[in-house]
């Protein structure tokens, strides 16, 4: 049963390879409901794998499926507007790679066996690859390119790691299946040493996938140079993926007794992350890049957090729900700008609540949100972070945190500010109307991060819960 | 006694010498393919229990890490007609210089490492640790693209021969995916190199400057 739900969207992707147009984009909606449809069956039944020895239901991985399903439906809609105003040469492909990405990322949430997530997350590269590369020009080809690279070399570290994990199974003389959930069972057995030298690997792989600084390079290039939709996907759900490769390890090395080792590393990435997205985010001048340097941000502190355990780990969960939200909406938003001002330069938009309007209170409402202001959910889980922090005593790093989230959002807002109420170039014509499609999508988003700050159902604090419970997380 | 799967080994640490030495492409290839064929039949020497499966699977590797792979980036660059030098960040000197400081130094760190699951073979973690670092080495000190994919292809090989002790314990299924992924990785690489050599006309990266911070 679990497994069909990636199989789905793998099939109709390959099937929307050979598709004209307008049959693409109604696969691309149907499928986007059904996954939906799915994850929310999956949700509430929580069944059994065809392939236990492979695939499992776990809390995290039900976190993030069920946010790439709601993100994924949204954005269909999104992009069956988008294709008929965005000039795309081979929609075939666009379509059909992001069916694959779907699939791809799916399999990500669910896998349990260590290398059967290595495969899912380098075919997530793989399959998004062509989308990064859709708009064919040398820029684009540059971020392709460094993507491709980057990553693969970075997951082939993850590789090294996940095999140095079963070196320690062998000079532990554990004989268990190799999958994250049966050594998180015989942890204490294992040897530490290897799962040491193991989880850096790993966390060096993934980490580069999921964009913490040194290894980050790769990802504003990329999230500017994809069109918005595929820039939604990787920023949204793409790092939370390989975020889960990280977390599923570390659970195996909190469960072994390592866990200050691993916090200690991830906080120390996190924190770096944090600090370079503030140094770079000030003297951006392409919107999206901007937007790309906060998802950095964003991830340093679901590192951080996560390092730090406790109440932060469960604030770095609530972070990595609403930044999915906030953030994909961000950048479909930030499609709409470009479709209207037809460039990416900050300094060529402009008084964007007269141009735009529609579009305007979804950038704003998006740009309150990510930079964590009260009501919205990445104020609470920062906050819960920075409690966390100083209960267990890391005084400086708390301070460096606090600082550099200060940085970012000055020179967030001294952006935003410019694109929203500066002064636009004279010769500025709106190319565009804001049809629903292209603003609705967006205001959902929002929303139901604005709903989850004020009323959390039980069945997902449960779940929230029930994750962080396993790296010593909670309240 | 030397085990005879490190008589090979040794060939695949020399053939680490001529691949930093040499400034053309085609040779690098060959080496590649050398490297390939013998990381995917070593565990035929290692008294692993050689059920049906396993040797279709090592066949399949053979084919994959030993010849496809090698030869669609060779007849890649036939078909772009390159034929000028390699463009280096580090010189060759210099480079022949680090190998040979690396497969000195990869044994002495494997030595501490103290891995006894390689049945009888006293090589296999420093070849692998060698091939490692090298092809890092190779993604950094060379700016030609194809010289980084190929870097990248002897850094997948020498995992390859760190996970001949972990093969054991798993299904092939999930070591076919991995090199499924390696395969059609090194595809969508070969796809970027040859639109790049359209766009510039040439595969040195540093053109590939527009893109900063």
């Given at each position: 049963m679990v497994e069909v739900i990636f199989l789905v969207p793998f099939i109709t992707g390959l099937a929307a390879f050979f598709l004209p147009g307008i049959a693409g984009r109604v696969v691309l909606g149907l499928t986007g409901a059904v996954h939906l449809l799915m994850s929310i069956l999956l949700w509430v039944n929580r069944p059994d794998a065809f392939f236990p020895e492979f695939f499992a239901v776990t809390p995290e991985g039900l976190l993030s499926l069920i946010v790439i399903s709601l993100l994924f439906f949204l954005i269909s809609i999104y992009v069956t507007e988008y294709l008929r105003e965005a000039d795309i040469r081979s929609e075939n492909i666009f379509i059909?790679?992001?069916?694959?990405?779907?699939?791809?990322?799916?399999?990500?949430?669910?896998?349990?066996?260590?290398?059967?997530?290595?495969?899912?997350?380098?075919?997530?590269?793989?399959?998004?690859a062509p989308l990064i590369y859709t708009h064919r020009t040398a820029k684009a080809l540059e971020a392709t390119w460094k993507y491709v690279l980057i990553c693969s070399v970075g997951i082939a570290m993850a590789l090294l790691g996940s095999i140095l994990l079963t070196l320690a199974m062998d000079a532990g003389n554990v004989n268990v299946p190799v999958s994250f959930s049966a050594l998180t069972g015989v942890a204490k057995q294992l040897d530490p040493t290897w799962l040491k030298a193991g989880f850096v690997f790993i966390l060096v792989g993934y980490g580069t996938k999921m964009g913490l600084a040194p290894m980050h390079t790769w990802l504003p290039d990329a999230h500017s140079e994809a069109p918005s939709p595929a820039s939604a996907l990787l920023s949204g759900v793409l790092l939370n993926c390989a975020y889960l490769g990280i977390f599923k390890t570390n659970k195996i090395m909190f469960a072994a007794g390592l866990g200050d080792f691993s916090g200690m590393i991830l906080m120390?990435?996190?924190?770096?992350?944090?600090?370079?997205?503030?140094?770079?985010i000030l003297?951006?001048?392409?919107?999206?890049?901007?937007?790309?340097?906060?998802?950095?941000?964003?991830?340093?502190?679901?590192a951080f957090g996560t390092g730090i355990g406790g109440i932060g780990a469960y604030g770095a969960i609530l972070c990595l729900l609403h930044?999915?939200?906030?953030?994909?909406?961000?950048?479909?938003?930030?499609?709409?700008i470009l479709f209207g001002f037809k460039s990416r330069f900050i300094g060529q938009t402009g008084n964007l609540v007269k141009l735009m309007p529609k579009t305007f209170v979804a950038f704003f409402a998006g740009f309150a949100g990510i930079s964590g202001f009260p009501p919205f959910g990445i104020f609470i889980g920062e906050l819960l972070i920075i409690v966390g922090a100083f209960r267990s005593g890391h005084y400086t790093m708390a301070a460096i945190f606090i600082l550099s989230l200060c940085f970012i959002f000055a020179g967030f807002a001294n952006h935003v500010m410019k694109i929203s109420f500066g002064k636009a170039p004279s010769d500025t014509r709106i190319a565009i109307t804001e049809k629903p499609c292209l603003v609705w999508p967006q205001y959902a988003l929002l929303l139901t991060s604005l709903v989850l700050c004020f009323w959390m159902p039980d069945t997902l604090y449960q779940t929230i819960i029930d994750a962080v419970a396993a790296i010593g997380g909670g309240f | 006694m030397i085990h005879p799967v490190d008589i090979l080994l040794t060939l695949v640490l020399l053939s680490v010498l001529f691949a930093f030495a040499s400034s053309r492409l085609?040779?690098?290839?060959?080496?590649?393919?050398?490297?390939?064929?013998?990381?995917?039949?070593?565990?035929?020497?290692?008294g692993h229990d050689m059920a049906?499966?396993?040797?279709?699977?090592?066949?399949?590797?053979?084919?994959?890490?030993?010849?496809?792979?090698?030869?669609?980036?060779?007849?890649?660059?036939?078909?772009?007609?390159?034929?000028?030098?390699?463009?280096?960040?580090?010189?060759?000197?210099v480079s022949v210089f680090v190998s040979l400081l690396l497969i000195v130094a990869a044994p002495m760190l494997s030595h501490k490492?103290?891995?006894?699951?390689?049945?009888?073979?006293?090589?296999?973690?420093?070849?692998?640790?060698?091939?490692?670092?090298?092809g890092m080495f190779l993604l950094m000190a060379r700016r030609n693209a194809i010289a980084m994919v190929l870097g990248y292809i002897m850094m997948e090989n020498g995992i390859y021969l760190v996970g001949t002790s972990f093969s054991a314990r798993t299904q092939h299924i999930v070591e076919f995916g991995i090199l499924l992924d390696v395969l059609a990785g090194v595809m969508i690489m070969a796809i970027m190199l040859q639109s790049m050599s359209h766009k510039y006309d040439n595969l040195d990266t540093a053109l590939l400057r527009e893109l900063k911070e």
């Open positions: 059909g790679s992001i069916l694959l990405f779907l699939s791809t990322m799916t399999m990500v949430t669910l896998s349990d066996h260590i290398m059967v997530m290595w495969i899912a997350i380098e075919a997530t590269t793989l399959a998004s120390v990435f996190g924190l770096m992350s944090i600090i370079a997205a503030a140094t770079f003297k951006q001048t392409e919107y999206k890049r901007m937007l790309a340097y906060s998802s950095i941000e964003n991830m340093g502190i679901i930044h999915s939200l906030i953030k994909s909406s961000l950048f479909l938003t930030s499609g709409n | 085609p040779v690098l290839i060959r080496i590649l393919a050398f490297q390939g064929v013998v990381v995917s039949i070593v565990p035929f020497f290692l049906t499966g396993s040797i279709v699977f090592t066949l399949a590797t053979l084919t994959i890490r030993g010849i496809i792979i090698p030869w669609s980036i060779y007849s890649m660059i036939k078909k772009m007609g390159i034929k000028r030098e390699m463009e280096t960040v580090v010189g060759y000197n490492f103290n891995l006894t699951f390689f049945s009888g073979s006293t090589l296999i973690t420093p070849t692998a640790i060698t091939l490692v670092v090298a």
